[in-house]
């Protein structure tokens, strides 16, 4: 039966009317694309293809691109066709299994083109593929994507209202289109401890540029800390718990050398040989920089499951929600622990890398 093909100098064609002289004014000329479209346009036209790494390859699994059996190029009408109706001498057709062909083992049955969205079949003594369209088990949480396998065996990725939780009580976590989006929250009440204010994505007790936002009890505002009052008077009130100058005991916390009698009394949270040191990767506190406990920022070790993270670049797992580290599975979306891929292979997944 004749089927209508495509040609973008010359319209439309039935298949099998000299195809190679009616679509001979767009040949096939190499396979480079950034869309679909790039594979029909006006500098080539290769009938069946898609646009798969910025290269036109065959929809159909199975299929490649080449001259008709008895033509040969170039000149020929190159386009998607089984190994078995191909010039003879193509090279991609060299070892390539024809899904057609007699078998006796699904091991030398060829897949589809993503291994995610099925596998070949020897049924019968003859190789099939068997597709699985619709959504892939492995996906990234929190990136509001969905990857989906095609009826034609490829991955592609679909937008999805599926917002990442950073942990932050002062975001908003949202989806703009297919990006992930946290946007702070400024000026608003604290929404889980109901009291403070939100300021550039973290909750505080007051605001000195803020004067509607009053510490309670008479307490002064210094920075974002509501301190009593002698905490703000320019004057080291040791007789009241103060360390150094207006810092330290209930005061704010201490800069770096500034004196301390205890860890609480540092913005470093160390306080060693009577004075606040500043913040290393084996000191046991989390400061500075780091996403957890002496890991990631400036730290070189990464954060392990359960420790605090700010995304997946903290982690070992590579996996952070809700601001905790997660442990690895085989549905994460990411290659972690002992895979040899994304969700696949190593000693925990069941299934096994694609080629």
């Keep these: 039966m004749s089927s209508l093909v495509h040609c973008a100098a010359g319209g439309l064609f039935l298949s099998g009317l000299a195809l190679s002289s009616a679509c001979g004014d767009t040949p096939y000329v190499g396979g480079d694309c950034a869309t679909t479209e790039d594979c029909h346009g006006d500098s080539q036209n290769a ?39 191909c010039a003879e001498g193509t090279a991609e057709c060299s070892g390539v299994i024809d899904p057609s062909s007699r078998c006796d083992s699904d091991a030398e049955c060829p897949g589809p083109p993503d291994a995610r969205c099925g596998a070949g079949r020897c049924v019968g003594g003859k190789c099939e593929v068997a597709i699985k369209p619709g959504r892939v088990g492995s996906q990234v949480r929190g990136d509001c994507k969905q990857d989906e396998c095609t009826e034609e065996g490829h991955v592609v990725s679909v937008p999805a209202y599926d ?72 004057a080291l009130d040791a007789g009241r718990g103060e360390t150094a100058q207006d810092c330290g005991g ?15 009394d540092c913005q470093s949270g160390v306080c060693a040989m009577a004075h606040c040191k500043a913040p290393t990767c084996d ?42 580290c997660e442990e690895p599975t085989c549905k994460d979306g990411v290659e972690n622990s002992d895979e040899l891929g994304v969700d696949c292979g190593g000693k925990g997944c069941d299934a096994a890398c694609r080629l």
């Design 250 to 264: 209930p005061c704010k916390p201490c800069r770096d050398g500034d004196a301390c009698r205890a860890a609480g």
């Design 47 to 85: 009938p069946g293809t898609i646009c798969i790494a910025e290269r036109c390859e065959c929809a159909e699994p199975g299929k490649v691109v080449c001259c008709a059996r008895g033509e040969e190029g170039p000149g020929c009408f190159e386009m998607c066709r089984p190994c078995d109706e």
């Design 163 to 234: 917002v990442y939780n950073d942990g932050n009580q002062c975001t908003n976590d949202l989806c703009d289109y297919d990006r992930p989006l946290n946007a702070l929250l400024d000026g608003v009440i604290c929404p889980i401890s109901g009291s403070g204010r939100c300021h550039e994505g973290r909750c505080v007790e007051c605001l000195d540029e803020d004067p509607t936002l009053h510490c309670p009890g008479g307490l002064a505002c210094d920075g974002v800390f509501c301190v009593p009052t002698h905490c703000v008077n320019m």
């Design 283 to 324: 000191d046991g506190v989390r400061n500075g920089d780091e996403a957890g406990v002496d890991c990631s920022g400036s730290c070189p070790r990464r954060c392990p499951d359960g420790a605090s993270c700010k995304s997946g670049d903290d982690c070992v797992s590579r996996v952070c929600w809700a601001g905790a």
